[in-house]
């Protein structure tokens, strides 16, 4: 009977090599999707604030360097949720708007008052005790019956007969054009959907107004803008600065019944000027390509590819620190003890803190740029550096990984700032621009087709552009709209939101 062969040492070691390496992969597997996890819980329960606290600071003997005041600069360029529990002295009663009209309401005393206690006899009025309190006067509805003036002369009747002129939004329209704006602003301002606007007004008038008619009220508006929108556009253009982003929206699609298309917005905006949004089926570099292939300006966008190799030969491509800080506050996130991350995040609040420094002092551009060159530029030799180690000691496919792949790849587009006073450190005001979309589309739910999808990003543009400049929308919408189916394109310049402020301010 032959015997087994016995296994040498070398084939001993081998196999233990091979069985440490595969134990050796499983741990880091099963710490990146332990990783995973915790981030889709911290994503879907956890808070929404992107601020270190003042204990992962301590932590790190970071206190010296970065204060609570450093850490809040950039709660100015982040979004965040903040608790309505803090504790800090009232700054007394609110005062209500000096432009507001003033209606006085004079209460009498009692017959009781009116006789002293004492004597018997009548008080006089001395003064009065003044308080001022904010109401309202719910909506009025009423018929609007305009009568124009006919004319005609006797001597020349062959002439014919004229009426004074009525512009109108929409021709013929069973309602005002208050009413019209009103349906607008309250879907894309107020983020009422149409279908309840006409539960409304059958409830409180008893008027049954179908939605498909407010619908065809809002899609003309839309149609009516969408030139005035291709100003905007020319004016942004020819700008020196625009900040983009994207999101979703879906689009029914009728040939599919019961399914939508995920389409996107892009907006396009100059921080503290007008926005444009961009209405397009898909997410492809198609969209921004032909939005942006005559400026030759700054353009500023997050990471993401379909913005490179677009735009004029001159054209200058910035990143956002915003986002990538938030890429390295996931992993402080997933571990706040992270004795790598953190630090990264908390030299990274200084950074914004150089900008929220030089608007305290408003010390404008060029004292804003003198002062990125003295305090922000050893702060990113410093991120660099520690960058660079994190990323030799990080796991791949891990949280930190991730970071700091993706601020080495844009590390040449993120320090374009110290080049250019007036582009800002985040791209956050682009952000903030979607947020009036994120909110309607959870209302309105989704575009009601691919036709109408230019004309729901015209009217977006001109609310979100009044937003930014401070410029009341309805007023505007009743100065412009009335008679702009009649105007010639060359006068549309000189109507846009900010073409409209310039002019009135």
Known sequence: MREAPIPSASADLELIAQLRSRLQYAELRIRVLEEQLRLMRIEKYGAGGEKLSQT????????????????????????????????CKHPGRQELPENLPRVERILPCTPDQRVCKSCGKETVVIGYEESSQLDV????????????????CRSCEELGMVSAPLPRIIEKCLASDRIVIDTVISKYRNHTPLHRQSMILGRDLGLEISRATLDGWVLKVGELLIPMVAAMRRELISGSYIQA???PVDVQMHEGRGKNHQAYLWQYGRPGGSVVFDFRLGRGRDGPKRFLEQFEGILQTDGYTAYDQIGGTRMVHAACWAHARRQFFEAVQLNPRDPVATP??????????????????GIGLTGRHALRQERAKPLLDDIHSKIEEAQSV???????????????????????????????????LAENSMRPVALGRKNWIHIGSP????????????????????????DYFSAILPGLADLPIRCLPDLTPAAWVARHS
């Not at 719910?138 to 005609?152: C, D, G, H, I, N």
């Not at 030299?347 to 030089?358: G, I, K, N, S, Y």
């Not at 700091?404 to 007036?422: G, I, M, N, V």
């Not at 109408?452 to 309805?474: D, M, T």
């Open 451 to 474: 036709q109408a999808g230019p004309k729901v990003a015209a009217i977006l543009s001109v609310v979100e552009s009044c937003r930014r400049l401070k410029l009341p929308v309805r």
């Open 245 to 247: 982003d994207e999101t």
């Open 344 to 361: 990264i995040v908390a030299r990274m609040d200084e950074l914004f803190a150089v900008d929220a420094e030089a608007r305290r002092r």
């Open 394 to 428: 990080a796991l791949p496919s891990s949280a930190l990984s991730k970071a700091c792949q993706y601020a080495l790849r844009l590390w040449r587009k993120l320090t374009r700032f110290l080049e250019h006073p007036e582009l800002e450190l985040s791209n956050n």
């Open 56 to 87: 992962q600071m301590v932590l790190f003997e970071l206190a010296p360097v970065v204060s609570e005041v450093t850490v809040q600069a950039n709660s100015e360029c982040t979004p965040v949720r903040r608790s309505t529990n803090r504790c």
């Open 137 to 152: 006067e719910p909506a009025k509805y009423f018929v609007l019956v305009t009568k124009r003036e006919k004319r005609v």
